[in-house]
């Protein structure tokens, strides 16, 4: 029987199956996925190669059923026909709850209950059932993803005289499928204590599920089990969530618990992926997904605790680019979990000899020491290949390909990537080497190469700097996207058709514009261009250096005596422009609130933006922006507002951080004095969202 897509998901109560009858079937009895709030109760499941399967669920019951390995009937049988034999487990316990179905059926849920397994009676799982080619016999298999909640209960399980001689429970399956497991489940009554009896948990056979636990309370469950008996413990599951790149595999997380007498104890746990066993080692495109997080995964008595990073190999303290903290639910029935504060994330301070001005990991390409996990990089939509020769004709550089059939990018030239889908590369960067207070300059730096796809040789090409598809840009992206660069015919070497393409950005302009809940997660991203090409890139790199900050902005070029900070509107029928126009970008400088501008297009990873000419280089005291009146006004949240010099090159940013406003109003003085911020032109942008401005007025 198979329940899945579409998922069985009562909302708010129970649906009980009375006395199923499962059997004979070569593989799964019963598989259960994507489903919530159901229950078996009584009746048997037999002479199947997996009595029970099950992951991605919640609020599962089993309770009062036998379940049979292969009787003696049914291998008289199988002698008799020759048959293949598939007898691999009774139960078989994938504790994963993510899967998309049983989210969306959970959603308006307040809490997940847990997997819950009583008065299961286990027989006829002996050696015989463990001889097959194909079989691995287990009567409680635990085959589970990475790290999971602590809310699954097992009680009153029994097994007979035919499978006292295998473990009890075996999660070795899972052991080699990932560095961290982190499985543990609440024995209520100790159906699984090896000598029977007291309450506990059963956990991973792994030093970090035991660490912290009192010595001598856990015992290996006897056979090849891969598992502990914890008796009297109560644990409660807690992940951190990081970057997924494979680079990160090299960084462990260290776990510290202060002891009441100034001692500690400390125990280190590994980076792992999710789904890793879905998509294995040869799925490029699978193991670069920027999706894809990694995790470190643990079980907690209570306590207080703190979690670090540092290098596997040289120990020296580290951070895995992001790190987000989750306290599962903990468990329902026992007492003496890690509670909701204990524990504290610990985030490197500032070093300049830890972080060395490089932001960038595997920029050559020539030390990525796999081709097949591309170390930090990863992708949205992109297939990636090392290829030789590199820049200057030695090495390797990485090649991006867009993730579209290949003969019908070639068919359909005009086919540009001007749809919902994003195409990048990316990096997420290490937060902990960027200095919030103070200033610094971040600076790019990369060689791009342009090739046609489909073509049969490789013959640079140029991208077109007149088709916003062709010539890719450079932005670091927290909530709002900050450009550094646009790639140009200024950066293009006619010698040998590779682009030297550079760009600047001051590092406080990246904390200006976003709010403090999103710092921690800065991404690189370079954009992939049209599909008609394929993109090259060596020696990337994107470094940050501190720096002193002037006293005084540097003048550009004099256009016209400076004026002094009076109260006059310079935008007041100045040039304007805008990325797209369904209304004239002249309406906002028009001097009539009543009147806006609007762009045309709002699409996945769309930028709109909107600038106005000054003709000049003047000192700027305010900026106040008025929202359309008439609608819509929620399309202005998280506006970014960039005052250009001369150059066209930001020297202030600020952002709309109010929610909905009807105006908001940007100063640049410092007690009513002016500060000498000069510009030439003001420009306003919006990430995947219509931009409409009913005025626009810059005071100097």
């Known amino acids: 029987m198979a329940y899945y897509n579409p998922p069985w998901g009562p909302a708010y109560s129970e649906s009980i199956l009375e006395e199923t009858k499962s059997y004979r079937n070569y593989f799964n009895g019963h598989l259960i996925h994507g489903n919530v709030n159901i229950a078996w109760v009584g009746g048997f499941a037999a002479d199947n190669g997996r009595n029970f399967q099950f992951f991605q669920n919640d609020n599962l019951r089993f309770d009062d059923m036998d379940l049979r390995g292969y009787t003696p009937e049914y291998q008289n049988v199988i002698r008799e026909t020759n048959s293949q034999r598939f007898c691999q487990s009774g139960f078989t316990f994938q504790m994963d709850k993510s899967g998309f179905y049983s989210w969306k ?18 027989s006829h799982f002996g050696s015989d059932c463990s001889e097959g080619a194909m079989g691995m016999t287990r ?19 029994t097994f007979d005289e035919t499978t006292v001689t295998m473990p009890t429970i075996n999660m070795c399956p899972v052991m080699d499928i990932s560095s961290g497991t982190t499985i543990a489940i609440y024995d209520r009554d100790g159906s699984l204590h090896p000598a029977g009896g007291e309450p506990g948990f059963v956990v991973s056979r792994e030093e970090k599920m035991i660490a912290f636990l009192p010595e001598d309370s856990c015992l290996e469950i006897p056979g090849d089990s891969c598992a502990y008996y914890c008796v009297n413990a109560c644990l409660r599951h807690i992940k951190v969530t990081v970057n997924g790149a494979f680079s990160t595999r090299n960084i462990e997380m260290v776990v510290v618990r202060e002891e009441n007498d100034d001692a500690w104890k400390n125990t280190t746990v590994s980076w792992s992926r999710y789904l ?94 796999n081709s097949l996990h591309m170390g930090r990089w990863q992708q949205e939509n992109l297939d990636l290949e090392l290829v030789q020769p590199g820049y200057d004709g030695t090495g390797y550089a990485l090649r991006t390909t867009t993730q579209l059939d290949s003969s019908s990018s070639s068919n359909n030239n005009n086919n540009n990537n001007n749809n919902n889908n994003a195409y990048y590369l990316s990096q997420y960067l290490d937060t902990s080497c960027l200095q919030e ?6 600076e790019f730096r990369a060689h791009i190469r342009f090739e046609r796809a489909g073509a049969s040789n490789s013959q640079p090409m140029k991208c077109n700097p007149y088709d916003v598809y062709t010539c890719p840009s450079i932005r670091l992206v927290m909530t709002a996207p900050l450009l550094i660069v646009t790639v140009s015919d200024e950066h293009y070497n006619t010698d040998n058709g590779w682009y030297t393409v550079t760009g600047s950005l001051p590092a406080n302009f990246l904390f200006e514009v976003n709010p403090y809940s999103v710092r921690d997660k800065v991404m690189l991203k370079i954009e992939h261009p049209s599909d008609k090409y394929h993109m090259i890139l060596d020696d990337v790199s994107l470094s940050y250096t501190e720096y002193e900050m002037p006293s005084q902005a540097p003048s550009g070029p004099t256009i016209s005596p400076m004026p002094t900070f009076i109260q006059t509107n310079l935008a007041f029928h100045k040039p304007t422009e805008q990325s797209s126009t369904l209304w004239p970008s002249e309406n906002a400088v028009d001097g009539n609130i009543f ?10 990873n769309q930028i709109n933006w909107w600038k106005v000419n000054l003709e000049m280089v003047a000192a700027i005291h305010r900026i106040r922006i ?57 420009r306003i942008s919006v990430y995947e969202q219509v931009l409409s401005l009913a005025e626009v007025e810059v005071y100097g």
């Open 105 to 122: 059926l959970l959603e308006e849920r307040e809490e997940k209950v847990g997997i819950t397994a009583n008065n299961l009676r286990f």
């Open 139 to 157: 009567d409680l298999v635990i085959y589970t993803h990475l790290q999971h909640d602590s809310r699954d209960e097992i009680s009153n399980i």
């Open 276 to 369: 890793l066993h879905h998509h294995p080692p040869t799925n490029l495109y699978a193991n670069t997904m920027v999706t894809r997080e990694g995790t470190f995964g643990i079980a907690l008595p209570e306590g207080n605790y703190t979690f670090s990073f540092r290098h596997v190999n040289t120990k020296v303290e580290a951070w895995p680019g992001y790190a987000s903290l989750t306290y599962e639910l903990p468990p329902r029935h026992c007492s003496g979990y890690v509670a909701d504060d204990g524990i504290t994330l610990q985030k490197p301070d500032y070093d300049v000899v830890r972080c060395g001005g490089e932001l960038l990991e595997n920029g050559s390409f020539d030390d990525i020491d």
């Open 437 to 442: 207070e103070g200033y610094g300059l971040i």
């Open 595 to 604: 009147s806006s501008t609007h762009t045309w297009n709002a699409g996945k």
């Open 626 to 682: 008025v929202n359309r009146y008439d609608c819509c006004q929620e399309r202005f949240n998280g506006a970014v507002v960039e005052i250009l010099d001369f150059r066209g090159e930001p020297v202030a940013i600020q952002s709309v951080r109010e929610d909905s406003p009807e105006s908001v109003e940007f100063r640049f003085d410092q007690n009513n004095n002016a500060i000498n911020i000069e510009a030439s032109s003001i």
